[in-house]
């Protein structure tokens, strides 16, 4: 593995140093460059320089040009406006710098960090015995995306799937299927996602209907709850049984996301347990945590409520109950003592802030966070429908997270069926891609929205093939495959001595930001940035295309070999980055 160094980068230094050598009053200085619509670069950075020093901007960046030494980076260098420098890359540079990303496999020169730490990421967080709606698509999508561009920086991932499989819901559940012993039996013995959430919505509606109407069954589900938090030998096996059916229906859901998850991944509230009365004890001990009322709180100077009075993180309740703090500080202390963490990610719903915002703080006086160990929550915004209100189907019931892939499959299906003809798929391609193609919408219309925004959903702009999509960027993809099967004996290789059109060299360009663009994604938690990059790159790849004819029989064999070569690894880049964003990208579409 070799990463290489960015045409952006290798500038930088080489303007800085410049910068050093000219003005050695002005210390280690920043030349600010940018990419510019008047050059392909352009280096602001001497303007503030000049208030510093006192000069005329102009003439320091003119010294500035003077310092720099010959090289076969730089073709052109002007001092425009008020010191600004305009720069200009040579060809060659260009090509051969694309032609060392070309060389590193899978990797396209990208570096991986090996100083990188430990991130848990908490993410796609379900409930036992609960159909998974739209509310848990942008968790799952955005920290499934997370996990994986993390990992190919560098960074060593613990995925955790903090379940919500604990709670007073369960004496009620577990109460009704000890006295119908065969509500979770699958007709058939089936054991598909279907089937498992069938039985475990229509145990819970009638369990529901008896808990709120009749008292004995009440009493004998609050028995039950007793009975579980004390590790009856018999209730936790119903309990279990409840988990072990959740999980047949949260694979398939996940498996129709293209998404993979697995039992050891899955450390759920109930995970904790063992740790609750000691997280509570360490707390009170340091004096963290104070009892009012006879509760365990931890108060706070800035979170008051409408009444002005301080409101308080309940870690244990006044009837010796635990609450969702108790579990979410016992899982930082695990997280960071057990799994040896320096960052923990929750992938978690921006209305949620407030908690998160409490939990981190205290978990900072404890000390289990601290200068080596942060958390961080990646908030996100609501699914919202056409009409701009939180999505929901006509009768006014959350979006069941199966039907919504389910249409967003058979739309994108139809897209690609029609299609079909013209590129000659067969119906295997046809059912395949059109799986790719309506599961990536979904994915793309989530991952190219800043996180912490709202977006509308929309199917019909989603699986449109014009406009910032996954299909769009899907067929820029499949375009360049068809390219290389259609170049016979023609080989993609890279000429550096061959000049550059305008369209080769913006989409050169472009390809060579990838790895800058990765480290920010990683390093700030916004993989929209991933999808707004790849989005600009097919549209740069879309104008190369028309502008420069690949295989004209009128090109000399140069010619054709390093536009070959431009085809190849823009798709090569555009495969990479659809797959960080957990995105299929078909050979023909």
Request: with cysteine; charged share 25%.
């Amino acid at each position: 593995m070799a990463s290489v160094t960015s045409l952006a980068s290798t500038l930088q230094q080489q303007l800085a140093d410049a910068l050093t050598a000219a003005l050695p009053d002005a210390g280690t200085a920043d030349p600010l460059l940018r990419r510019s619509d008047r050059a392909d670069f352009q280096a602001n950075g001497i303007l503030a320089l000049a208030k510093k020093l006192k000069g005329n901007p102009r003439e320091l960046a003119a010294q500035v040009t003077d310092a720099l030494p010959a090289s076969d980076l730089i073709k052109d260098i002007e001092v425009s406006g008020p010191g600004f420098l305009n720069v200009t890359l040579t060809d060659r540079a260009i090509t051969a710098t694309l032609a060392a990303r070309a060389a590193d496999g899978d990797r396209l020169g990208v570096p991986a960090d090996e100083a990188a730490g430990t991130t848990v990421v908490d993410y796609a967080q379900p409930n036992v015995a609960k159909e998974m709606h739209v509310g848990h698509l942008r968790s799952a999508v955005i920290g499934d995306a997370m996990v994986r561009i993390l990992e190919f920086t560098g960074e060593s991932v613990v995925r955790r799937h903090h379940i919500g499989d604990w709670g007073t819901q369960f004496g009620m559940l577990i109460q009704y299927l000890v006295e119908h012993p065969h509500e979770l039996d699958h007709e058939g013995g089936q054991e598909d996602g279907e089937a498992a959430m069938s039985s475990l919505n229509r145990l819970y509606k009638a369990s529901r209907v008896l808990f709120d109407s009749d008292e004995e069954f009440k009493a004998r589900s609050r028995d039950r709850v007793v009975a579980l938090q004390a590790g009856d030998a018999e209730t936790l096996a119903m309990w279990q049984r409840f988990v072990d059916e959740s999980k047949i229906y949260f694979y398939s859901v996940f498996d129709k996301l293209d998404m993979e998850i697995s039992d050891p991944d899955i450390v759920g509230e109930s995970g904790y347990n063992d740790m609750l009365e000691e997280t509570c004890r360490i707390l009170e001990e340091t004096g963290v945590a104070v009892r009012s009322e006879g509760a365990l709180c931890v108060f706070f100077d800035d979170v008051l409520g409408p009444d002005g009075n301080k409101v308080p993180l309940i870690v244990k309740k006044t009837n010796g109950g635990y609450g969702y703090a108790a579990t979410d500080l016992s899982a930082i202390r695990d997280r960071v003592q057990g799994l040896k963490a320096d960052t923990l990610l929750y992938v978690v719903d921006a209305r949620q802030a407030l908690h998160f915002k409490m939990v981190f703080e205290t978990a900072r006086r404890a000390g289990w966070l601290n200068e080596d160990v942060k958390a961080h929550q990646l908030a996100f915004g609501t699914v919202l429908g056409k009409d701009g209100k939180p999505f929901k189907t006509r009768e006014g019931v959350t979006v069941r997270l199966e039907d919504l892939l389910d249409e967003a499959v058979e739309r994108a299906t139809d897209v690609v069926r029609g299609k079909a003809e013209k590129v000659g798929l067969t119906e295997q391609e046809i059912v395949e891609n059109g799986r790719y193609v309506g599961v990536g919408a979904v994915k793309y219309a989530d991952l190219s929205t800043s996180a912490v925004r709202d977006y509308k959903f929309d199917l019909d702009q989603m699986v449109s093939l014009n406009g910032d999509t996954s299909v769009y960027i899907q067929y820029a993809y499949a375009r360049s495959q068809s390219i290389k099967r259609q170049a016979g004996d023609a080989k993609a290789v890279a000429h550096p001595e061959l000049e550059l059109a305008p369209a080769e060299r913006a989409l050169g360009l472009h390809l060579d930001q990838f790895g800058e663009v990765l480290a920010e994604v990683a390093a700030q938690y916004e993989p929209h940035k991933l999808a707004a990059y790849l989005y600009q790159l097919a549209s740069l790849f879309t104008t190369f295309y028309d502008q420069c004819h690949v295989l004209s029989e009128d090109n000399p064999a140069e010619v054709v070999e390093n536009r070959l070569f431009l085809c190849d690894l823009t798709a090569r880049t555009l495969h990479r980055g659809m797959a960080l964003l957990g995105i299929r990208t078909p050979e023909r579409l």
